[in-house]
């Protein structure tokens, strides 16, 4: 079995240092790219943070739910419908995907933070003979939006060589927050997928990563992240691999850790760390929070973010909704270390800022200083105190490790880059 690698639009940097599965065969790759949403560029602060309450409740949901079907006891109501804002999200990582035979492609949001893989928000789905309608409407609420739908069994082409046959797809009705955009295709735990489908409440589906697994078409259940920072809109410069690990995109080894077991972190990719600010100041205690693609900036809880602008200066800046520092701030910024599984792993000051080309995607001053740590909006202690978005894993790699239920970073070339 080979190990199949898809290009993507993007920057980032990790590693693992348990054994690990080796790329043994020539990679085959699938463009991937990277989207700035224009018209999510007013609130994306806020989007994140609808995210992060999102998880938090999808996760206590989920939780509540496992242990009911545990128990044989019925699924539990889900009660009123939580109402938050929606609001695009502002940069997107999407993948071009092939649906049915003949396939139609469809642009979908690579996302780790959520499990199903849908269509249609956009680009209407057309049937095909490979595509079968279940008994199922399928449905699944984000921070970002969400859609309602009907559930298909379907060939779903990711390469010409990455084919799933009878992969659970959604095939939206409607939908919201999802402009420019067809819909996701979801990498995050099976478990994510459980209360989606009704009637069929307590049914798990199987991901595209379990199916390319169960299917023979990857060695190892698992997705590896690779991103690198850039100042550009758009460049293709990252790769999603499935099925093992891509050794020329990580420097050292992989640190894999456990999925946390607080929760509800422990319902998506959860992990336990600490943060500290320069050589002493430590501004988070080890805590759980989730590793996620599909959040932009690196959020910390309000605590934390407190003692950063105490020890940094830095102000919220009104117009963007980013921390703001002087360029003499700037100079004396001083590194984040995020201790994992015994491993330290350090964002550089030039980390922490946001791509200064890039200050007018955001509404911002051309030479000002914007930072990509943002406040999660509650304090530490609520069992998803972090989330470790798209600009903190521009700079490591990642490892979404399903089989063995726990997730891996390590360093990459890039970890230190000036490219900011």
Do not use: H
């Not at 999102?54 to 019925?74: I, W």
């Not at 095939?171 to 099976?190: H, L, Y």
């Not at 740590?373 to 700079?395: A, M, P, W, Y």
């Amino acid at each position: 079995m080979r190990v199949f690698a898809l290009v993507l639009i993007v920057p980032a940097v990790f590693a693992l240092n348990t054994p690990v599965v080796r790329v043994t065969d020539s990679l085959i790759s699938v463009p991937f790219a990277k989207r700035i949403s224009a018209g999510g560029v007013k609130n994306f602060v806020e989007a994140d943070r609808a995210r992060a309450r999102s998880f938090v409740e999808v996760g206590k949901r989920k939780a509540a739910v496992r242990a009911a079907v545990a128990a044989g006891l019925p699924v539990p109501d889900a009660g009123a419908a939580s109402s938050v804002p929606v609001t695009n999200s502002l940069v997107q990582y999407t993948a071009s995907v092939g649906v049915g035979s003949p396939a139609s492609q469809f642009n979908l949001v690579v996302d780790t933070g959520s499990s199903n893989t849908w269509v249609g928000a956009t680009k209407k789905f057309v049937q095909t003979s490979t595509s079968v309608k279940t008994k199922n409407s399928v449905s699944v609420t984000y921070g970002s939006g969400d859609f309602k739908g009907t559930e298909f069994t379907d060939r779903v082409t990711l390469s010409s060589a990455l084919v799933i046959n009878n992969q659970s797809i959604g095939v939206a009705s409607s939908s919201s927050g999802f402009e420019g955009v067809d819909g996701i295709i979801g990498i995050g735990p099976t478990d994510l997928t459980l209360d989606t489908l009704s009637p069929a409440t307590n049914t798990l589906i199987p991901t595209v990563t379990d199916n390319l697994f169960t299917q023979g078409a990857i060695p190892s259940q698992l997705v590896a992240v690779s991103f690198e920072p850039t100042n550009s809109e758009t460049i293709t410069n990252g790769e999603l691999t499935f099925g093992g690990t891509d050794s020329s995109k990580f420097t050292g080894s992989i640190t894999f850790v456990p999925i946390t077991s607080t929760s509800p972190a422990s319902e998506f990719w959860g992990i336990n760390q600490s943060v500290r600010y320069g050589t002493s100041t430590t501004i988070l205690s080890t805590t759980a929070g989730i590793v996620d693609t599909g959040t932009t900036l690196l959020l910390l809880a309000t605590n934390a973010i407190n003692a950063y602008t105490k020890a940094n200066g830095a102000v919220l800046d009104n117009t963007t909704g980013l921390l703001r520092l002087t360029t003499a701030q700037f100079a004396k910024l001083q590194s984040l270390f995020f201790t994992i599984g015994g491993t330290t792993f350090e964002l550089t000051a030039n980390a922490q800022a946001w791509p200064r080309n890039l200050n007018a995607d955001i509404g911002g001053t051309a030479n000002n200083v914007y930072l990509i740590v943002g406040d999660l909006g509650t304090d530490s202690g609520e069992g998803l105190d972090f989330i470790n978005g798209q600009t903190f894993l521009e700079r490591f790699y990642s490892v979404f490790d399903t089989g063995n239920k726990r997730v891996g970073l390590a360093t990459t070339p890039f970890t230190t880059a000036t490219t900011n």
